[in-house]
């Protein structure tokens, strides 16, 4: 099927997408974005323009600025220089390969301790949103059989040992239905930062009174105030009220964006 590889060559100033960034456009369909908005739609339709006259194809490859002010309805004050090139079918096997590497860096690693009513509420949330999600509980009977795809269940017993072999730069959420499982999951992580320091967030769900008789458990454990203060407990962006999971979820899917 004929296409045309929009890449962009050049990115100045401020601008939703930087240079390297791909999509590929078919008559009727197109695959990744270069930043959405009038600028995208512009050169969707100069892309169809080359696909609808093939007489065009001498021009290509073909680059083009596009200055993100007044002509285009956009603000950003930026500008793209776009390059347009025709698809081969050998394009194609390498336009994947960079696509699916950039949705890669788009999605971070998260895990996720407890199958419980929010930890379930929280996976729906996460479902659009850039995260790779290891959503762990030690009862592998909990976990739902429709998750989106790049949820991944796994039952692990004792739950905290799935700590050690997390993904390098994953963020963690400890909720599962017991308070020592927690406590254990919350150790574990604070000694894999003794050693890695690579878990950039540690969220814990609970109230300042549980935090608090949390901190004095940690510390009979060998854990210095410095080192809990990496966790982050309470959960979920203030000023949201409401206990309901839905609501939860929607606050420590915020925060998680803003971490």
């Known amino acids: 099927m004929p296409a045309i590889w929009i890449t962009v060559q050049q990115a100045q100033g401020s601008v939703p997408r930087g240079a390297g960034t791909v999509m590929v456009v078919f008559i009727d369909e197109f695959l990744g974005t270069i930043g959405g908005g009038h600028l995208e739609f512009e050169a969707i339709e100069q892309a169809r323009r080359y696909l609808l006259q093939p007489a065009m194809a001498h021009s290509l490859p073909f680059e083009k600025r596009f200055a993100l002010g007044p002509s285009l309805g956009q603000c950003c004050g930026g500008a793209l220089v776009l390059k347009f090139e025709f698809v081969t079918a050998a394009d194609q096997v390498r336009l994947q390969a960079i696509l699916t590497a950039q949705a890669a860096e788009r999605f971070l690693p998260l895990a996720l301790f407890g199958g419980g009513h929010v ?18 509980d030690s009862r592998d009977e909990i976990f739902p059989v429709d998750v989106a795809p790049q949820v991944v269940c796994e039952h692990s017993n004792p739950v905290h040992a799935a700590v050690s072999d997390l993904a390098p ?5 400890i909720m599962s239905f017991s308070h020592a499982e927690d406590l254990d999951v919350v150790a574990a992580c604070l000694q894999r930062q003794r050693y890695q320091k690579d878990l950039p967030y ?41 206990k309901e999971p839905e609501v939860i979820a929607v606050a420590v899917a915020a925060q998680l964006l803003q971490a």
Do not use: Y
């Open 119 to 136: 930890g379930k509420a929280l996976v729906k949330v996460l479902a659009p949103l850039p995260f790779h999600v290891r959503w762990i």
């Open 202 to 242: 540690i969220g814990l769900i609970g109230s300042a009174t549980k935090w608090a008789t949390f901190k004095r458990r940690l510390a009979e454990r060998g854990f210095s105030e410095a080192e809990c203060q990496q966790v982050t407990c309470p959960i979920g962006v203030s000023g949201i009220e409401g």
């Open 169 to 173: 730069n994953s963020r963690v959420l």
